[in-house]
């Protein structure tokens, strides 16, 4: 039987996982690396750390699993997207800290941007807003930081790449620099109706595109691996990781929606074969196989899962993000407490760089059950605002939510997903859908199945149906909104 191996990258570890053609998990093995704050408002990787966490994870799967690599049909990459890399093409040696996609420094550059009324055209080509998360503004600020790398750019002796770019060029041997259309479509520079990098883009960014990697559909021959005792893997198939769940969780169709529950959110809805564009929302590429594309709608919240860990780590009054559930159960509603997690700006739909986080309603009777539930409710709020959002862009309401990720092991918060939403919530057992759709697809781009294959495959969920009154409901998110205004604009130069 042929098997899948999928590369996943995220934020905060790196992880690997084997599966066979029918999706099961056959071993797995996951490596946190180091986060990196100089400033406020910054967020860096060592790109040195995520490649040696990656590797370390693939050779540990692949030492435990005893599965030849002549078995293994393809192999999957999904990643974190618009996190920046700029490396030198000769060497492989990063030229820089990654600058990670939560990174704000770019802040007042996309402001004074958009205040030249600059937002229109570029949202038009690219899909996107002008905001610091997307990673052109992350590399126009190396290119002017980091000295003779404009020069060396267009000189093409420098790469730039996304995660996804980075993780090929390595396993390679440094011999491929590439990417796919769904992390292409994540940087501010990519036209997603041509499917090409825009010209034009790339000289109001002041990019050189000596720098730029080849771009290619989601399924697709990208690279032999090259690493001593690797040698006959191929990688196959690559999406951006949320894209990847999109298809791992099975949302062929339009109007199928999933939201993925890690460190941040991220709520995507395959909107068919054109682009949509819509108030608010992201229009990005969901995957492209042969030459056909799916396009999807996103919603992006910044934090969500992070503000358990900011509660564990930062303020100590939680052991683990697992104990939450228990803290948050342990009060019988949010006590008035509302928490907005803006610690790195909002996303979707309110797209500003310059809110902060902000904790309303305390009382004498708070307690930190309180604080818990209001962080795991803030989540939901979120997901809420952005399904709203995506909803009036598409014209298509959504009738049911799919989520995965770390934080959709908690029972309370998709059942106050669910109520909050008014439609069910389902929660597949698998829930490894990042790493499973990255895998589909190198399944595809090694001819193991066809997309026609994978519609026909069920996966068994659990489902959380919406209870509860709506007026409730309507008065908690009145309560959010009043929170959230608090939040805007906390941060923003006078
Ligand atoms: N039981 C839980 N309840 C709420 N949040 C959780 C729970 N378990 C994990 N999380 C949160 O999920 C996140 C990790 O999810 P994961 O999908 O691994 O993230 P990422 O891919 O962004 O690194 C963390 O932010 C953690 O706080
Ligand atoms: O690594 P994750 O799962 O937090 O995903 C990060 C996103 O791709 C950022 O756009």
Redesign the pocket.
């Known amino acids: 039987m042929p098997y899948l191996l999928a590369l996943d990258?995220?934020?905060?570890s790196s992880r690997t996982v084997l599966y066979d053609s029918d999706g099961r998990v056959i071993a797995s093995a996951q490596k946190e690396f180091p986060q990196y704050y100089p400033q406020p408002g910054w967020v860096e990787h060592d790109a040195e750390e995520i490649w040696a966490s990656q590797e370390a994870t693939l050779r540990e799967v692949l030492g435990r699993c005893g599965v030849p690599l002549s078995e293994i049909a393809g192999v999957g990459i999904s990643?974190?997207?618009?996190?920046t890399i700029v490396w030198e093409r000769d060497t492989g040696r990063p030229l820089s800290r990654a600058i990670v996609?939560q990174d704000r420094r770019t802040a007042e550059r996309t402001e004074a941007m958009k205040g030249a009324g600059e937002e229109r055209g570029i949202r038009e080509k690219t899909g996107l807003l002008l905001d610091p998360?997307f990673s052109a503004t992350k590399l126009a600020w190396l290119l002017e930081s980091v000295d003779g790398l404009r020069e060396r750019g267009a000189r093409g002796e420098v790469c730039f790449g996304t995660v996804d770019s980075w993780l090929i060029y390595r396993l390679s041997g440094g011999r491929v620099h590439v990417t796919d259309v769904s992390n292409a479509s994540?940087t501010l520079l990519f036209n997603i109706h041509t499917l090409q990098w825009d010209p034009e883009l790339l000289a109001r960014f002041g990019i050189p595109a000596a720098m730029l990697p080849e771009v290619l559909p989601c399924a697709a021959s990208f690279a032999r691996c090259a690493l001593p005792g690797l040698e006959g893997l191929v990688v196959t198939g690559v999406a951006?990781?949320?894209q990847a769940a999109l298809f791992g969780q099975g949302c062929f169709a339009a109007g199928m929606a999933k939201a993925?529950y890690?460190?941040?959110a991220?709520i995507v809805m395959n909107s068919g074969k054109e682009p949509v564009l819509g108030e608010g929302v992201l229009t990005t590429i969901g995957w492209q196989l042969g030459n056909e594309v799916c396009y999807a709608l996103e919603g992006?919240v910044f934090i969500a899962g992070a503000a358990l860990q900011w509660l564990r780590d930062g303020l100590g009054i939680l052991a683990s993000s697992a104990e939450a559930e228990a803290l948050a159960r342990s009060v019988p509603d949010n006590g008035g407490v509302y928490f907005v997690p803006a610690l790195t700006g909002l996303g979707t739909p309110y797209w500003d760089p310059f809110a902060r986080g902000v904790i309303a309603g305390l009382t004498r009777g708070s307690g930190r059950g309180h604080l818990v539930r209001a962080a795991l409710e803030a989540i939901a709020y979120q997901t809420c605002d952005a399904i709203e959002a995506m909803e009036r862009a598409g014209n298509i309401p959504v009738q049911a939510l799919r989520v995965d990720?770390g934080a959709a092991a908690n029972d309370l918060l998709l059942q106050f997903q669910a109520d909050l939403l008014g439609v069910p919530v389902l929660r597949p057992a698998l829930t490894e859908t990042?790493s499973l759709g990255a895998a589909l697809l190198a399944g595809i781009g090694a001819g193991v199945f066809d997309l026609a294959e994978l519609r026909s495959r069920s996966t068994p969920e659990r489902r959380f149906e919406p209870t509860g009154d709506p007026s409730r409901r309507d008065q908690l998110r009145a309560g959010w909104r009043r929170a959230v205004s608090l939040a805007l604009g906390w941060e923003k130069p006078s």
Do not use: K, L, M, V
Request: net charge neutral; hydrophobic share 10%.
């Open positions: 990258q995220g934020t905060t990643n974190q997207r618009e996190t996609w998360y994540r951006g990781d949320q993925t890690g460190t941040g991220f992006s990720g990042t």
